[in-house]
């Protein structure tokens, strides 16, 4: 193994471990508010991944959508909602242990899948003219369903905001 191949398996690694350390705040807290920023960290370490993989596209969109939007919604609804987030509650309830032992079963299966596979790698090229094709298609062929969803979306926001408020 080189040397820059090295310290590319040590950042995939790093990064996952990253996005794994996220979800686990995610789902393993009681605070929302922390819950949101683990999940924010979770969202930064998956697009890590995709600037590793050089997929800077897709780590772009991940970047803007996911923690530049949705993150940031929850966010946002975390903070006007302050009266969920209460600091009495238990961290564990009576069903954690079991919880636990299904989520364990389940990555070891997932492991031996993953190790007893034969993982087939095919050398290809790569297109590099698809992104500004898929820009050319957004803004020409399929702007009308492209500005309905931004629509879509923007109603949301402003739903979301609505209810917050009251």
């Not at 500004?132 to 702007?143: D, F, R, S």
Request: hydrophobic share 65%.
């Amino acid at each position: 193994m080189t040397v820059p191949e090295f310290l590319t398996n040590l950042a995939f690694f790093a990064f996952g471990a990253l996005t794994l350390v996220g979800a686990l705040i995610t789902v393993g807290t009681r605070n929302l508010l922390h819950s949101a920023l683990g999940l924010v960290l979770a969202f930064v370490g998956v697009a890590a991944i995709y600037f590793l993989l050089e997929a800077e596209f897709l780590a772009a969109v991940q970047i803007l959508i996911y923690v530049g939007a949705i993150a940031v919604l929850i966010l946002f609804a975390v903070m006007l909602t302050r009266g969920l987030m209460t600091a009495g509650l238990p961290a564990f309830n009576s069903q954690w242990l079991a919880a636990a032992a299904v989520a364990v079963l389940l990555f070891g299966i997932l492991f031996f899948i993953a190790i007893g596979t034969h993982w087939p790698v095919k050398e290809f090229a790569v297109n590099t003219d698809l992104v500004p094709k898929l820009g050319v298609e957004l803004m020409t062929t399929y702007v009308l369903p492209f500005e309905v969803a931004s629509l879509l979306l923007l109603a949301a926001l402003i739903g979301a905001i609505v209810i917050a408020r009251e």
